[in-house]
């Protein structure tokens, strides 16, 4: 297997860390959707990572859909969310909330590095801190309300996701991410951070357009 992006990106991370937990083995092309977006295109035309090359060819893309299919391929004793039921539910809820506010991290961080100065649109910018920090308000309240090391008791997608998440926000606009505001959040970053899983696909946050 291919996995093509940078571990800066929350996405591409969250998919690196499951292969690593699942040892499955792959080579890592650490393109840029910027410098090497006509490279990414051969694989996926829309020119956004991550994309994972299997080995007989076919390029899987979006993080949500890759991570499925590696569920799939591991098997359900394996897998990192159960093929259905409550838990799969909940999961993929807490997926969906910190991939969303991954993602508005992302287009905030662009607004700044593409739009100088007055060019920048405050009413966009107040709406990603809006939409940002409201979720991280969320997700603390019902991280602390759940304890334990891991969000639904064992190791599951719902951690990682949440932890590059905030891993990426604390690079990219680290005023908006206070571990006194938040403490159950920082715990947990700290908590999955501390896993090899996780240091083994660690890159610092660099963008060049």
Not at 14 to 39: C, F, I, K, N, T
Not at 166 to 190: I, K, M, Q
Request: hydrophobic share 50%.
């Amino acid at each position: 297997m291919i996995l093509i992006g940078q571990y800066d990106s929350p996405f591409v991370r969250r998919v690196a860390v499951a292969l690593q937990h699942h040892g499955l083995a792959y080579e890592h092309r650490p393109w840029s959707v910027w410098a090497d977006a006509e490279s990414i295109a051969q694989y996926n035309p829309l020119r956004r990572v991550p994309v994972l090359v299997m080995d007989d060819g076919e390029a899987l893309v979006e993080s949500a859909a890759i991570l499925d299919a590696l569920d799939g391929l591991v098997g359900p004793e394996r897998a990192l969310l159960p093929p259905s039921g409550e838990a799969r539910r909940a999961g993929l809820r807490v997926c969906a909330l910190a991939t969303g506010f991954a993602d508005k991290a992302v287009s905030l961080l662009y607004e700044h590095v593409l739009r100088a100065g007055d060019r920048r649109s405050p009413v966009w910018v107040d709406r990603c801190v809006t939409q940002i920090s409201e979720t991280l308000d969320l997700l603390e309240r019902e991280r602390a309300a759940r304890g334990g090391d891991f969000w639904l008791g064992a190791f599951s997608h719902a951690d990682i996701a949440v932890a590059c998440a905030l891993r990426f926000l604390g690079e990219a606009h680290p005023s908006l991410l206070d571990p006194a505001r938040r403490p159950a959040l920082a715990a947990h970053a700290a908590r999955c951070e501390a896993l090899p899983v996780f240091a083994a696909v660690v890159q610092p946050l660099h963008v060049a357009v």
